[in-house]
């Protein structure tokens, strides 16, 4: 365990671990060196892969399997949690699937039941979640929840498609129930992170020339799963007990920038020399 320790003491619930590449899993892996103990989450049909087994083992952790689009699912899950962990200081929410998206049907086209089942699975799931946090009563006054997020929810990225409409609402809702949950000093926020190749992120069409793209533009470069693990561990600790209701862009400065000089040397070898001024 680091010598910060910056989560002694605390427990938590984090939803969306996959493989050991999903940011859920390496913020698992980040909360556990800092002294947390948590439940681990996600939906039945992920167990069939089996790989979550591997992470409760590392970090001692027990797996309540739960859709996190069935209200019914979340109510025993809170139960369950909160019999082995009493109340939970932390959430981590980092559920997201385009159906489309994962279909290639182009945006113009959407297939409406997929969209509605991309927006419940990737955004709608975050208030369903915080809802039975609630209604369980166990959810600690002073507690943390963080959403992972992209930026596609304030730009289009064209192959992100009807992902940017989700993570959109997502960060809506973080909002929203930022200003009901600070009546309880309960902080939420958003993560934009960097396109981070993940199983979910290498299954968008173009991933590839997005990560690039943010490779390039960020004067940074892209943050790593590991850099967006740790920066969430702040997130839940104390040391930031008064932000809340944020989109925070973890992104190596990829959102304040129009162009780097890189992307201008690759315009001019693709496109030809700049003319003589």
């Not at 681990?40 to 591997?54: E, F, H, K, Q, T």
């Not at 932390?90 to 290639?104: D, E, L, P, S, T």
Request: charged share 25%.
């Amino acid at each position: 365990m680091p010598a910060q320790g910056l989560l002694e003491g605390k427990k938590g619930i984090i939803f969306g671990a996959l493989n050991e590449e999903s940011l859920a899993w390496k913020i698992a892996e980040a909360a556990h060196d800092h002294g947390a103990s948590f439940v681990l989450s996600n939906a039945p049909v992920a167990r069939r892969l089996g790989a979550l087994d591997g992470l409760a083992e590392k970090t001692d952790s027990p797996i309540i399997w739960a859709d996190a689009t069935d209200d019914e699912d979340l109510a025993k899950l809170f139960e369950e949690a909160g019999e082995h962990l009493g109340e939970v200081d932390f959430i981590v929410h980092g559920i997201g699937m385009g159906v489309n998206v994962r279909k290639n049907v182009p945006y113009e086209e959407l297939n409406y039941d997929w969209y509605k089942k991309s927006l419940d699975i990737s955004a709608i799931s975050l208030h369903r979640v915080v809802h039975h946090a609630l209604e369980s009563g166990y959810m600690a006054d002073g507690g943390s929840i963080v959403a992972l997020s992209y930026i596609g929810a304030q730009r289009v990225f064209s192959k992100y498609s009807e992902m940017g409409d989700a993570k959109a609402l997502l960060e809506s809702i973080v909002r929203s129930w930022g200003y009901r949950l600070g009546k309880r000093g309960i902080r939420i926020n958003a993560i934009s992170q960097s396109p981070t190749r993940t199983t979910a992120g290498k299954g968008i069409t173009g991933f590839d020339a997005m990560f690039e793209f943010g490779e390039k533009l960020s004067p940074l470069g892209n943050a790593s799963a590991e850099s967006c693990a740790d920066y969430t561990v702040t997130l839940l600790s104390d040391m930031t007990r008064m932000v809340t209701m944020q989109t925070l862009y973890h992104d190596g400065g990829f959102s304040s920038m129009g162009i780097s000089d890189e992307l201008v040397f690759d315009l001019v070898e693709a496109y030809g020399e700049e003319e003589d001024q």
